[in-house]
């Protein structure tokens, strides 16, 4: 009887020791692809379009997300669009499109989400260009023209914030600058404010996550697979395999720091970033501030569903510049 008891703890502790290695194992593959870029090829859809097998098979081998490119021109922009380079930290060096009003003119530099490029943000740089700003289009590392191959979902790309608003300060004389981003755009930009100090004149925040952690369980919600221990492994080894403290990182943490007017617009609907964690991070930044839902609008671009109502906002917050200086 005992020879059968020991048996059995022996065999429970040696399933409890491969299912721990498994899960680890698993988690760090998803890890690996969630923060590192392959090839187009066999590109993971999105989880609300993934069949019962689609999402097994996602959960279990892995996703596969390509880096992001795009065949546009600057032209498309503006023919008066020029290219530029921006060294950032860590030998990243930014691709990034510039129209210029003239330096009277306040500077909008626009910053776009994960899994995306600064040609998404387009449309949004049109219509600045329409109510008479400059705009500095910006890719972050790893995506579209710039260097590398990976994303720290919002902490390293803080330094790419950093270092293209010193070279439209630096380089391009601009100083009126109202910084844009939409979920990890705004999430960078808020980093940069609190980690780093930069002092921009208004700021546009767009579908910001409260904490890395829960858009990361956000996802596991939209594959309907519970998200612990999942969630927790996955924070785990993205932050050991990026040298970053994935836990730490957290919008709702930055914001107290902003020292300037600023906007921030969430999509009732939006199944990645909940729009009560929005109202989170939109409670802790200071006056003056502004908080914008879009009724029955999810993860997705505000101005192409209320184009009326994002123009006003946003011109409402340029104005607030013109009074700061």
């Not at 065999?11 to 998803?30: E, P």
Request: net charge neutral.
């Amino acid at each position: 009887m005992k020879k059968i008891k020991k048996r059995l703890v022996v065999g429970l502790l040696a399933c409890g020791v491969i299912g721990f290695v498994g899960l680890n194992v698993l988690a760090s593959k998803h890890a690996y692809a969630m923060m590192n870029y392959g090839s187009a090829e066999g590109r993971t859809r999105s989880p609300e379009s993934l069949s019962f097998s689609e999402k097994a098979r996602a959960l279990f081998c892995g996703v596969s997300i390509p880096r992001p490119v795009s065949d546009r021109r600057p032209d498309e922009l503006a023919a008066r669009c020029v290219e530029l380079s921006i060294e950032s930290t860590d030998g990243a060096t930014l691709a990034a499109w510039y129209v210029s009003q003239g330096e009277t003119r306040p500077l909008v530099i626009l910053f776009h989400g994960y899994k995306a490029e600064k040609t998404a943000l387009l449309s949004e740089a049109r219509a600045f260009l329409e109510l008479g700003a400059s705009v500095l289009l910006v890719d972050f590392r790893g995506s579209g023209g710039s260097s590398e191959s990976y994303t720290t979902v919002g902490v390293d790309e803080a330094d790419d914030v950093v270092a293209s608003l010193r070279l439209a300060q630096e380089q391009l004389g601009q100083s009126r600058i109202i910084l844009f981003g939409q979920s990890m755009g705004a999430a960078a930009i808020l980093r940069a404010v609190h980690t780093q100090g930069i002092r921009p004149d208004a700021v546009i925040v767009e579908a910001v996550f409260d904490s890395l952690f829960n858009t990361v369980c956000n996802r596991f919600e939209l594959m309907h697979a519970p998200s612990f221990p999942g969630a927790q492994l996955l924070m785990l080894w993205a932050g050991r395999q990026q040298h970053v403290n994935s836990f730490a990182h957290k919008p709702v943490d930055y914001a107290a720091s902003l020292t300037c007017p600023s906007l921030f617009m969430h999509g009732s609907a939006d199944p990645r970033a909940k729009l009560e964690e929005g109202r989170r991070v939109f409670d802790a930044a200071p006056e003056p501030k502004t908080f914008l839902i879009f009724e029955a609008v999810g993860h997705e671009s505000y101005l192409s569903t209320y184009p009326d109502e994002w123009k006003a906002a946003v011109s409402a917050l340029i104005a607030k510049t013109d009074r700061t200086r």
